[in-house]
């Protein structure tokens, strides 16, 4: 990464070069491909007060240069807000180029989902063999009471006679709820 720093109407000490090539080396933990930074500090002059105005610009490979552009009184503050945009937006643009899309899994079939959930919890060696669940056959709720009841797991989801969903589960208060 190449790095300028041009100091106009403003005289430009080694510790303010120092702090802001500091802040370029902070942009490269994303692991984008930046090849050039630029800082442009400029001194100015409104109704008799001082200011500065900090221009960075940054070249990234194949997409579009990100320009930041931040006034202040102080030539330090000046620099760490317009870091923090350009944190805020290369962030988004590594994200961006990053995101991986998801398969839902209404899309996948369900040899797919029992290869990947064997792969990732077995390794490739072990093979699973599929069960068939008792969900799809409908119970009454004190049918599905009795099981949970006769079980130690916290709930029980079962298919009511209506064909709904239904999740019985056990309360603190030594009760059961029903969603």
């Given at each position: 990464?190449?790095?300028?720093?041009?100091?106009?109407?403003?005289?430009?000490?080694?510790?303010i070069k120092e702090h802001i090539e500091g802040l370029f080396y902070s942009l490269?933990?994303?692991?984008?491909?930046?090849?050039h930074c630029r800082a442009i500090i400029s001194g100015e002059e409104k109704r008799g007060k001082k200011g500065f105005v900090v221009?960075?610009?940054i070249s990234l490979a194949k997409t579009n240069t990100v320009v930041i552009r931040q006034r202040d009184k102080d030539v330090y503050a000046?620099?760490?807000?317009a870091i923090e945009r350009a944190h805020k937006v290369l962030r988004r643009h590594h994200d961006k180029i990053n995101y991986k899309h998801a398969t839902p899994?209404?899309?996948?079939?369900?040899e797919q989902i029992l290869k990947d959930e064997a792969f990732e919890a077995y390794g490739s060696d072990d093979e699973i063999v599929p069960m068939d669940l008792d969900l799809h056959k409908p119970?009454?709720?004190?049918?599905?009471l009795e099981r949970l009841k006769s079980?130690?797991?916290q709930f029980f989801v079962f298919?009511?006679?209506?064909?709904?969903?239904r999740v019985l589960y056990k309360r603190t208060d030594a009760k059961y709820g029903l969603y």
């Open positions: 990464m190449n790095i300028s720093i041009v100091g106009r109407h403003f005289e430009l000490t080694d510790p490269e933990k994303y692991n984008l491909d930046i090849l221009d960075f610009t000046a620099a760490d807000l899994i209404e899309e996948m079939g369900a119970l009454e709720i004190e049918d599905a079980s130690s797991q298919n009511d006679m209506d064909g709904r969903m």
